[in-house]
Every structure is written in C-alpha cells, then in structure tokens.
C-alpha cells in the first residue's frame, strides 16, 4: 500500500514540472537580452580593434612580461611558504614522534622497574613465608612426635616385702608429672608485612 502511495504522490507530485518550467522562463529572459548585448558589441568593437591596432607590440610584451614574472615571484613565495610550512610540519611530526617513542620507551622503564621491584618483594615474602613454613613444620613435629616410652624398672621382689611396698614403684610411676610440648604460634604472613 505504501509503494502504490509513493508512486501516486511521485506522479502529481507537480515539483518537478515546476523547476522545468522556471528553467526555461530563465533562458528566455537570458535570450531577451542577447540582442542588446550584441548590439553593445557591435558598437565598442570598432574602438577596441582601433585600440588593439594602435597599441605597441613592445608595450604588450612587457606589460605581459612583467605580469608573467609577478605571477612566478607569488608562485614562488607561494611554494616556497608551503614548503616551509611542509618542513615545519615534518619537523613537527618528527618530533611528535620521537616525542611519543621518548615517553613509550620511559613508560617501558618504570613498568620494567615496577615488575623488578615486585618480582623482589615477592622472592622476599616466598623467602619469608618458607621459613615460617619451615618452622611450623618443625613445631608440628615436635608436638606430634611421640615421647619415647619409659619402661617401668623392675626391681626384683624381695620375699618379704608386703603387698604396700612392691605398689610404690608404679605409684611414683603414676605421680611423675607428664611432659606435654606446646606448638609455638606463628602470625599469619599478611601481618608481617604491616
């Protein structure tokens, strides 16, 4: 429905008539006025040709030498002020580039100097964190290792020892304080570094 709408309006749309029919409104008053013009140049040709025919073909000449040597010196200036405007324009080009390469190249050096100073914090805490490790581990040990087992001595039984005095050696055995080991705290990595 819409291209049938489209092509309807396009057809008595009456624009285009219009611009058509103003250009040709324009090219007969431009046509009117020819015969004027002709007549204007009729007249003034007899003095332009008199005026041609007197002129010196010496002055001529110069007079064209030296508007063709004024045209060459503004061509000059004119290129020579471009290319020194192309020159500047390189120059600066250049320099913007060296300029970019400059800062490129010290932005290279200080994330190369950054990742050297990390890379040795982190030696300095693996170092750290290897001997607190160490040192639990060896903690560890010692609490889990068990402690070596102490026989109970035998004294012969003498025959005529009562019943109360064969008990006193496991008695001292059982009032003996037992040895107990503690594992010695470590603070975790992240407060060391504080």
Known sequence: MA????????????????ALA???D??????????GLVEKIRQEAPKRIEAVRNTD????????TKEAKEAQERLTRLLGSLDADFKKL??????????????AAEAAVKVREGYDELAER?????????????EATEDLA?????????????EPKAEGLTGTDAETPAAAKKSAPAKKTT???????SENTK
């Open 90 to 103: 390189s120059q600066q080009a250049q320099d913007a580039a060296l300029q970019g390469v400059g800062l």
């Open 183 to 189: 594992a010695k705290k470590t603070t975790p990595p």
């Open 22 to 24: 103003g250009g040709v």
């Open 57 to 64: 073909p010496k002055v001529v000449q110069d007079r064209v």
């Open 122 to 134: 982190g030696r300095g805490a693996v170092q750290t964190w290897r001997s607190e490790t160490a």
């Open 26 to 35: 324009l090219v007969a008053e431009k046509a009117r006025e020819i015969p």
């Open 142 to 154: 010692v609490a889990i290792e068990p402690e070596p087992k102490q026989e109970p001595v035998t």
């Open 3 to 18: 291209i049938t709408d489209d092509l309807r309006k396009a057809v008595t749309d009456p624009t285009p008539l219009y």
